[in-house]
């Protein structure tokens, strides 16, 4: 009972102790958690993967996915983080106490954050690299065979793939020492507003080549026939990686936002702005991509391989592809933030650690898995789990098992067991807010439609359900 008046004493919770770094501002927190949000998924897998899967119907069954699904495990992070003030392995049993192990929830986005980190800050190295070739002018060919061999000698080096990735790691544990509001929220605020205006500027250029329509068809115009449940399944796991939800993320992310902060607004913006961004992006692509004769759906090479080809075609490509590298790198640093953020925090509050301290045992930690993810087209390309080398394993498991599967559990824990009442309470920011019908409205959907939903969506994806004819 003492907790449950804790709980009630709204000073005592909401104005975090002076120890407890946090964002400052309101834009700063739309700005970190946009930063979380926007990454390279909008550049380097929103446009493979609707490319992949028949263009705009994947777009669609994708925002279905994040509405229905995305938005509403955001909002109970967002509030969940806020409300316990803490890391996601012990937030669980700050709010619910003695509600049995949910703190496993957290354990499993730990795990999961060390898979993605170790595969993301390789395609971060890589794009940290095209910046310094596309400034160099050495990256323009436009024979896709030449820019082909220029990716493979990158990728294929284990040297050169571990000195971007740990080059890329490095800075970002740089700026994560420097704390929450002088590291993150400050990085972040800068860095998103300029990569807004970098993507607009190369959408205007992309839209006034000859064939920009097609390209603008292709990414616009359903296609239905191409999808199956296993594009279902792609589209749920997107959702979740882009809105960086089912591992923590949010949880430790919401732990920093101010007490004022109206979460379902800025939940609803950031998905919104989001999405609009994997657009912006796809439109400074598929014109490009189309009007030089490429093919959209080339798979992961499309930005490092095919990208360069056509930026070589047009005038001014050369600096064209630099600006695009580098608010690719600007959407990598962010979510690169949130994702170390994540082990950071943890080993902060659980070890009693300061910030450097766990920031480099963070690193430390991710030295064998982020070596098994640069070294998987290269050293290690003969390592394979169900055909799949370290990198596309730990992408597939992250992405299509573990962030789903920590999504269910939040949506179980904050349906059944914080409950309605003391989640509405908090989002309502103790009443100040009337969303009470929201609230509700999430809450009812955290119960009883979004486990079900994302557990049929797993389970018919991952063949489990071949019996029944799925
Ligand atoms: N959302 C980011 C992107 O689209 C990636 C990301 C950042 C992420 N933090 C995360 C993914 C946490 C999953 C979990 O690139």
């Known amino acids: ?53 028949g263009g705009a119907g994947f777009l669609l069954i994708y925002l279905l996915a994040t509405l229905a ?10 509030t969940l983080g806020r409300r316990a003030q803490s890391n996601p392995l012990t937030a669980f049993r700050r709010v619910a106490p003695g509600s049995g192990p949910w703190w496993l929830t957290g354990l499993l986005g730990i795990a999961a954050s060390f898979l993605i980190i170790a595969f993301y800050s390789e395609v971060g190295g890589w794009v940290f690299a095209y ?7 050495t990256l323009t060919s436009t024979d896709p065979a030449v820019t082909q061999a220029a990716f493979e000698r990158l990728t294929r080096d284990p040297a050169q793939s571990l000195f971007w990735q740990w080059a890329v790691l490095l800075l970002i544990g740089a700026i994560l020492m420097a ?62 990686f882009k809105l960086s939800i089912g591992m923590g993320t949010m949880i430790t992310y919401g732990s920093y936002y101010r007490a004022d902060q109206n979460i379902p607004a800025t ?12 657009l912006l992006a796809g439109i400074a692509i598929f014109p490009a991509v189309f009007t030089f004769g490429f093919a959209p759906a080339s ?11 056509v930026f070589a075609q047009i005038p001014q490509g050369q600096w064209l592809m ?55 087209l290269s050293t290690l390309s003969s390592w394979r789990v169900a055909g799949l080398n370290l990198f596309d394993l730990f992408d597939y498991v992250s992405s299509n098992i573990l962030m789903p599967l920590g999504g269910v559990l939040l949506a179980l824990f904050t349906g059944w067991v914080w409950g309605a ?11 100040r807010l009337s969303n009470g019908g929201l609230a509700r409205a999430i809450s009812g959907l955290l119960k009883y439609v979004t486990p079900i939903l994302v557990l049929a969506v797993m389970a018919s994806g991952l063949g489990l359900l071949s019996f029944l004819g799925a």
């Open 1 to 53: 009972m003492g907790f449950m008046h804790t709980m009630n004493n709204t000073a005592a919770l909401q104005v975090a102790p002076a120890s407890r770094d946090g964002f400052s501002s309101r834009f700063g927190v739309l700005a970190a958690t946009l930063g979380s949000a926007v990454g390279l998924g909008n550049i380097w897998k929103v446009p493979y993967l609707t490319g992949a899967n």
């Open 69 to 78: 699904i995305g938005l509403p495990i955001m909002i109970a992070e967002i």
């Open 131 to 137: 910046v310094l070739q596309a400034l160099r002018g």
């Open 179 to 240: 704390g929450v509001t002088k590291g993150i929220e400050a990085v972040t605020k800068r860095l998103m507003p300029l990569l807004l205006i970098l993507l607009i500027g190369l959408c205007a250029v992309s839209l006034t080549l000859d064939r920009a329509r097609e390209g603008l068809h292709f990414l616009f115009a359903p296609d239905f026939h191409r999808i199956t449940v296993g594009t279902v399944l792609v589209a749920m796991g997107l959702a979740f």
């Open 267 to 278: 939940a609803l913006r950031v998905m919104l702005a989001d999405l609009t961004i994997s």
């Open 299 to 309: 798979g992961p090479s499309l930005v490092f391989i095919t990208l360069p080809a």
């Open 322 to 376: 630099s600006v695009f590298f580098i608010l690719t790198a600007f959407a990598a640093t962010g979510a690169l933030l949130s994702l170390l953020e994540v082990p950071i925090l943890t080993f902060q509050e659980l070890l009693h650690l300061k910030r450097r301290q766990a920031t480099l045992l963070t690193l430390m930690l991710l030295v064998l898995p982020s070596a098994g993810a640069a070294l998987s």
């Open 421 to 431: 009442e003391r989640l509405g309470n908090a989002l309502s920011n103790q009443g």
